[in-house]
């Protein structure tokens, strides 16, 4: 059975020949596998993990030059400088790019977050090229998907917080919400006519449409379901219809405990969540997938915090069998962990990830 086939039966909560698998790992933990098989290219590492999945660079960045900082740092496509951090050490290093600033922390109106200087435009990206990297996906007959890299994902409440800082935004919602109401507007605006103009371009070859926003703590939603829908559930909707007028799947990803808000996010159209963070409070897979394994499919739910980095082979293998049992009945699941898989893994986890992905992931 092919990618295809096998991602189409589990998406309609049939069971496949076996669990769709994908793959989300650091670019280290990458190389570092490259490395120890020989192999030359990252597509050749999705074919030996047996990955289901491919995720397309999407459009090429051709605005105004970012501006780079005396201190380093380098604004992103929203005018929020970031610097790069370099976290551990040897060949389980990462680099990230953690923000410095958040250029709207201090505007005191509205006026003045509408008079901003650093709102982007869809025209600074040439669309041209994602047609010819869908098709090549497509040509391998695995599931072709959109998402963007992470600093750059169909997003309202993230982009938010890096431009007016975490607690202000929040503030916002109670203090200023005429705020935080124009800045999601803003925000899912610019991404809904991005994603359309990149859907546009690849001509009916993307087969999902991921967005990603965190509306979760592990302790809770960011915010109550009430704000929620106010604030953020209308361009929610509009990314998920605009997927479904394209023909793709919708896929969110949100760490975090977001139980209260997935009668919601079904209520949208949502089709697939992602990553079911085992350690978020009222996350329990077998729960959700009772209470709404008919009406969604969930991609995730390995854990990245404790299993992965700090188990054993044996404890990898016995965390997948769970998952499976809890999720898989039925169709509606993908292999996946709950986020990148860090540089700190031992990897010899990871290739026993993989290999409990197979052995563990049949359904007969």
Known sequence: MDSRRRFALALSHRQPDRVPVDYWADAAVSARLRERWGLASQEELLRRLGVDFRYIDGPDYVGP???THPDGAVEDLWGV???????GSGDRAATYREVTASPLAGAGSLAEVRDYPGWPDPDWFDYACVRRQAARARR???????MGDRLNRCAQLKPAMYLRGVARILEDLVLAPEIAEYLFARIGGFYLEYARRTLQAADGAVDVF????????QAGPFMSPAMWRRFLRPGMEAFIDLGHEFGCAVAHHSCGAVRPIIPDLIDCGLDILNPLQPEARDMDPVELKRSFGDRLCFHGSISIQHTLPFGTPRDIRDEVRRRFEALADGGGFIFCTAHNIQPDTPIENVEALFRAYRECGRYA
Do not use: M, N, S
Not at 140 to 146: A, E, Q, R, Y
């Open 65 to 67: 030059e970012l501006r």
């Open 140 to 146: 391998d007959g695995k599931v072709v998907i959109f």
């Open 81 to 87: 400088p970031r610097i790069p951090v370099r976290v």
């Open 210 to 217: 991921f967005t990603g926003d965190d509306f979760g703590t």
